[in-house]
């Protein structure tokens, strides 16, 4: 991240643009930083300036408590001011809920593109929320970071053996650095459903992607916010998975914002 811009609240966020032409600012999901998306943004026509930043708490930018989803929104509209005054967002997974939230607060924001924003559309999945959102608090308050990180990875679905052996490798310490904001994550997505009363207010288009290689349940919650949003259009992108390849989102992505 090369530049930086100040947050209402005195928080500094680090940010990188790639290009020229109108704005793409890009918010990245849980346990990542603008870097997790510098290739998507790489990706993308050079006819788009493509921003990507640190969400507060990650890399180069700072964290402010006390914390709140409102900050999150001010982050970004502290960013689209820096880099022009009006913006597309992009948002993957819960950076896909921090995004559609600041459309919906009046930000400057054109269109909003998301992919696979992880709304609890399945029978449970209120209450497993619920009991994330505990156990994840008390993780945190104890100073339980690897704990914390464990519980988010089983919220994905990753098998126990497979977070074992994640606990011994190399990225686990960094990992654990930024497992604080899982619960600025947690906060994005509220009571884990799709927001519907939110959504009815984003008068923007709305693009909401889904791979056809994920889970029924993800494709049927991006399906969901489409249908929620009054501008709303869902695509599935074929053979793609929630780790989705920036060379086959991206086309799509230049379509819609080009639109």
């Not at 104890?142 to 519980?151: H, K, P, Q, T």
Request: glycine letters at 10%; charged letters at 20%.
């Amino acid at each position: 991240m090369d530049k930086k811009t100040v947050s209402r609240d005195g928080t500094p966020l680090a940010y990188h643009r790639t290009g020229q032409g109108p704005v793409v600012v890009l918010v990245s999901g849980a346990m990542s930083t603008g870097a997790t998306l510098a290739p998507l943004a790489a990706a993308l026509p050079d006819r788009f300036d493509a921003v990507v930043y640190d969400r507060r708490g990650r890399g180069g930018s700072g964290d402010t408590a006390p914390y709140a989803v409102e900050r999150e929104v001010e982050d970004l509209a502290a960013l689209i001011d820096a880099v022009g005054g009006e913006a597309a967002l992009y948002g993957v997974s819960s950076g896909g809920a921090l995004a559609l939230r600041a459309a919906a607060s009046g930000l400057p924001v054109r269109q909003v593109a998301v992919y696979e924003p992880p709304f609890a559309v399945y029978e449970g999945g209120e209450r497993e929320r619920a009991e994330y959102t505990g156990k994840l608090t008390a993780a945190l308050t104890e100073g339980r970071r690897g704990d914390a990180v464990e519980l988010f990875l089983l919220l994905t679905g990753l098998a126990p053996q497979m977070i074992a052996s994640a606990r011994q490798s190399p990225m686990w310490a960094g990992m654990e650095a930024i497992a604080p904001t899982l619960a600025h994550d947690d906060a994005v997505m509220g009571d884990g459903l799709v927001p519907r009363d939110l959504l009815a207010s984003v008068t923007v288009p709305v693009l909401s992607v889904a791979g056809s290689a994920s889970p029924a349940w993800l494709r049927e919650a991006a399906r969901a916010v489409a249908e929620a949003a009054p501008r709303g259009t869902y695509r599935a992108l074929e053979g793609q998975t929630h780790a989705v390849e920036p060379e086959a989102l991206a086309p799509v992505l230049a379509e819609f914002f080009a639109s």
